[in-house]
């Protein structure tokens, strides 16, 4: 044949995948590839392709094999174990989770591509075929055992059988419950969601809810989600970090809870005494640096100034911005609220200076 | 506005079912197709019709046709407390 038609790679797994992951990133280097720090490719897995971009933070889980032309992924991506990803040209974005046994690819063409955005999300075991081009926007979460296929194809042409090859593109914010079934020439459209289950043959306009087998519209573009008062987002804060304060409770941390007009307060002491500081201000006025204690996270409602960021930033405070929904900084208590936040949807832009 | 009758009535519109299987024992536990994406449908067409916003939290609680039509009496009296009932 002329073309490789092997679909594990076993031989390059069983050379180059049981190394140790400094010995895999320093060969990868040496071959030129741009590979960022503390990257981690698990035991058994491997990376191989032409152009290869990894960037900061990004981990691997164990026996993956991601195989293709032109491949990026950008910081603190994270695809788990047995995943394999078969394309020519791949593109995931930052914050990025791909879950276990997701399979990538098959049945390629000269128009085979996946992208998929920040902070999206694929859940475990689903089944993304690329013959076609594959477009995953931001912020978006494909539920596990989903299958999404840009082709639909065995029976033959010349009897007249249907033969389909067509892209699939899912905009950002989306919401794909599990077991899912996307048909080849389907768009879905930024803030929809396709209910449990659904078997999707159309297109889907944005901002709309679809379910069933085939899907149809229950709730109509740009009639959902619903529209909640503005007064109700403060309340709405105040009840997440209230389950926040009882699953830190059930993990056997001590936990102290002081809420006011203003806003709250959490105080959390770990095993060995140390004490950590959430913060949640309604408004600005309600706050000043000084007051705040250092390692602390700090949410905050309206708009803050550059040179109080950096104040912040100065005293290991993490920043959380619910107005644009940008994180800045880190640290231990911080990045515990964020994995909490979000449990309720919430997902954070990590700052990059001079991009806003 | 009689509001038992038109929560009823939207109740079956958003269900797709006939308005004479909505009664005012109805509820999400005997009405079949009233699940959780039903509930959402009921939720926000009541509150186009009435010019309403239930709170975010209240949701989930109001239902049956009685939780809905004595919360919507209570917002339409906070909003125009000299109305006539």
Known sequence: ???????????????????????????????????????????GSIVLADNLTIEDNVTIGYGTTIRGQDISIKRYSSIGSLVQIDVKSVRIGEDVTIRENVLIGGNPTHESAFEIGDRSHIGISCRINTSRRVSIGSETAIGGETKIFTHGSWQSMLDGYPCTYAPVTIGNNVWINWNVFILPDVSIGDGAMVSAGSVVTRSVSGKSLVSGNPAAVKIPPGM???????????????????????????????????????????????????????????????????????????????????????????????????????????????????????????????????NN | MDIPNVVCLTIAQELDIPVEHVTAESDSTNLEKWDSLGQLQIIMALERKFNIKFRTFEISELKSVRTLCDRIEQLLNRQSPHADR
């Open chain 1, 1 to 43: 044949m002329l073309t490789d038609k092997k679909r594990i790679p076993i031989v390059q797994m069983m050379l180059f995948g049981i190394l140790p992951n400094f010995l895999k990133i320093l060969s990868l280097r040496f071959r030129g590839k741009t590979i960022g720090k503390r990257v981690k490719i698990g035991y």
């Open chain 1, 224 to 354: 959902y989600p619903r529209e909640i008062d503005s007064s109700e987002r403060g309340e709405i804060v105040r009840y997440i970090l209230h389950e926040f304060v009882e699953y830190l409770k059930s993990n056997s941390l001590e936990v102290k809870s002081e809420i006011s007009d203003d806003g709250n307060r959490i105080r959390i002491k770990d095993k060995s005494n140390t004490e950590f500081c959430v913060y949640f201000f309604v408004s600005q006025s309600g706050y000043s640096p000084g007051n705040i204690a250092q390692d602390a996270a700090v949410l905050l409602s309206e708009p803050v100034p550059d040179d109080r960021i950096m104040q912040l930033l100065k005293r290991n405070i993490m920043l959380l911005r619910l107005d644009t929904m940008t994180r800045y900084g880190t640290n231990k208590v911080g990045e515990e609220t964020v994995d909490f936040l979000l449990k309720y949807g919430l997902k954070f832009k990590r700052y990059r200076e001079n």
